[in-house]
């Protein structure tokens, strides 16, 4: 197979799964309208970090060589795990966003239940989880921004998480 070959069949493959997973995220969103259920937050920063990913991978893709094109054009799994990365990358930040460890005007600022009693039931837990939100709408704004920026630059998360080890995440 040619260098042209693979990029046309990595490019397809990206095509079909970035319209599969922003599906998978519109319907989720669309599910939860039409149910009345609170919107799952943690589903729409996996969501756009995984958009984030195949956004990141689709701009890189000419700068591969012979040996990654190769690896992707043959494996589906392979073109899957960079967007998943991008994904738990989100997820990860998410959760530095909800705990303080990021903060700043530029991050998103959470409403959230406080926990019932000094030590936290499996309930104020499960609340935590379902019933905290981004405060405004820019905050939730600046979350998806934020879970996509998550997916496409893979060193975002891991500079936060080495800064926060050092004290200074920020």
Do not use: H
Request: positive net charge; charged residues 15%; proline residues 5%.
């Amino acid at each position: 197979m040619t260098r042209c070959e693979q990029l046309l069949t990595i490019t397809k493959r990206l095509v079909l799964m970035t319209a599969c997973a922003l599906g998978l995220v519109v319907a989720l969103f669309g599910f939860t309208l039409i149910r009345g259920d609170r919107f799952m937050v943690s589903w729409a920063c996996f969501g756009c970090g995984l958009l984030g990913g195949f956004v990141s991978i689709q701009q890189r893709l000419k700068k591969f060589g012979n040996e990654d094109l190769e690896l992707l054009s043959r494996s589906w799994f392979q073109v899957l795990l960079i967007p998943v990365y991008g994904g738990i990358f989100a997820l990860v930040l998410y959760v530095g966003f909800l705990s303080k460890l990021v903060d700043g005007s530029l991050f998103p600022q959470f409403s959230s239940t406080p926990f019932s009693t000094p030590i936290p039931t499996t309930e104020d837990i499960r609340n935590f989880f379902s019933q905290t939100y981004p405060s405004t709408g820019p905050d939730l704004a600046k979350l998806l921004f934020w879970s996509f920026v998550a997916g496409f630059s893979e060193r975002f998360v891991p500079q936060i998480l080495s800064q926060s080890e050092k004290g200074g995440a920020k």
